[in-house]
């Protein structure tokens, strides 16, 4: 596809119950990031993977919450065991990867994944 | 402790005046900054961005300031067209290997026609 898709666009669960949130990078993007917006709340980082480097988890706020990223490319992040405060739209952003084209790169967003805990 | 800061949740103009739009951070080590707007339901999309070494970056309507003494940018539209109506996040990236972007919590900017 042209751009970074996410799936599923809405996703309503309930307290203690997994979900698995899915990433389709823009083709050929070898980074890869996780981030969520909460309400009210600017973007914040969760994870990012680059190549077949291991990937920076700083970001993640518990061990509830992981992610990982299959033959490069397609990326999931499962959160377990879901608390209210996960509540938020979970984004995912890629680019074409540092030093391959030389300088900044910009980060292409995905729509994001509305996640609601009940 | 919020490292990069939009004070300003809202901002309301009239078509075709100059829209401001500012951005405080207070960590040094940033050495790139970028805006991104977001429109309802959507991701939010690149803007435009400045690099630390200067202190302006135009492209058409938009232009970025950077006051590096300051730790203060600011993002002009003009003029300002209805279409541009959408919440505008400023972003921060640190040197060296990190990739990371710190966001602000983001400005809502309505162009009223």
């Known amino acids: 596809g042209a751009g970074v898709s996410q799936s599923p666009s809405n996703k309503v669960t309930e307290k203690g119950k997994d979900v698995e949130l899915r990433c389709d990078p823009i083709s050929g993007h070898t980074a890869l990031y996780w981030y969520r917006q909460s309400l009210g709340q600017g973007l914040e980082f969760l994870i990012y993977?680059?190549?077949?480097?291991?990937?920076?988890k700083s970001g993640l706020p518990s061990d509830r919450f992981s992610a990982e990223r299959t033959g490069g490319s397609v990326s999931t992040l499962t959160i377990q065991r879901t608390q209210q405060e996960d509540s938020a739209v979970y984004l995912c952003a890629s680019f074409l990867g540092r030093g391959l084209a030389g300088g900044r790169e910009t980060q292409y967003f995905g729509p994001g994944t509305r996640l609601l805990v009940l | 402790d919020q490292q990069v800061k939009q004070n300003s949740p809202s901002l309301s103009v009239q078509e075709g005046r100059i829209s401001i739009l500012n951005c405080d951070y207070t960590?040094?080590?940033?050495?790139?900054f970028l805006w991104y707007k977001k429109y309802p339901a959507e991701g939010p999309t690149f803007l435009i961005s400045?690099?630390?070494?200067?202190d302006k970056n135009e492209d058409g309507r938009f232009t970025v300031f950077l006051n590096k003494s300051a730790k203060h940018l600011s993002l002009h539209i003009v003029p300002s067209q209805p279409g541009d109506s959408a919440v505008y996040f400023c972003?921060?990236?640190?040197?060296?290997?990190?990739?990371?972007?710190?966001f602000g919590k983001g400005t809502k900017l309505t162009v009223n026609p």
């Open positions: 993977f680059q190549g077949n480097s291991a990937p920076d």
């Open positions: 400045i690099s630390s070494i200067k």
């Open positions: 960590n040094s080590m940033f050495d790139y």
């Open positions: 972003a921060a990236r640190g040197q060296g290997g990190s990739e990371k972007l710190v």
